[in-house]
């Protein structure tokens, strides 16, 4: 790893995030804008009563099977290279949603993206938020308390009493902000008359199980037209190993 690469990678150890400054092109900016903009409309006949689009946040699940652009938004090496360095080489996309902070909607409460309440020491998932607009506290951008994923988190807990620990991460559309899922962190109120948009990329330890089964998600016509790289993010070669009884081998799919 570059220098660069390993500062991210310490600063995920320690304060439990990074930001990549420039980290997506500007045409692919533009598309993905353009794509989460239509699904969202295209959703939001059943959005509301699914519970995606609700009093604070618009949601849309499993992009890649919506748009294309998000097949290779997350194909983006110098994002890569510091999620294989800390969730081992054969570490995969559990999950590609879309989120936009409503405009005059309510917070987020404080949470992690995980059920295990604590991993010490250990990183499991990195969520990798990836900000199509320009990310501000008026606008709601994600606010997190640094150094909380060595702390044991519970759903019974007052998360309003750590309100005033929280750092507000304001950032220039094109940045990611790549987090531990166990660090403490909320999407705020968006206080002004435009969607503050993500989309967030969950990369996993290669033995978690997904959020989404890709291999299920995709029709058999766009599996046909993935490039190994894309399979091997969308977790494709995600299974245990296995005996072949007729041959005697040993079956590792991910050698
Ligand atoms: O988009 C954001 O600001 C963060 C949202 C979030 O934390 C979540 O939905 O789990």
Known sequence: MNKTAELHARNIHTQGYTLFNNAIAPGVLKSAREAFDRIIEDESHIGPARGWHNKSYKISYALPIKDN???????????????????????YLGALNGMTMTPNGETQALHIDQNEAISPGNILRINALHML?????????????PGSQHQAWSHNMDMAAYEDKSTYIEAPAGSILAFNAALWHAGSSNHTTLPRRAIHALFMQPWIQPQW???????????????????????????????????????????
């Open 69 to 91: 652009i998000f097949r290779s938004l997350c194909l983006n090496e110098k994002l890569l290279q510091v999620m294989r360095n800390l969730l081992g080489k054969h570490c």
């Open 133 to 145: 607009d320009d990310w501000k506290k008026e606008n709601g951008c994600t606010r997190i308390i």
């Open 213 to 255: 089964d890709f291999k299920k998600c995709f029709s058999p016509e766009t599996i046909a037209s993935l490039s190994e790289k894309e399979k091997q993010l969308f977790g494709f070669y995600q299974q245990p190993g296995w005996f072949n009884h007729e041959t005697n081998e040993l079956v590792d799919p991910l050698i």
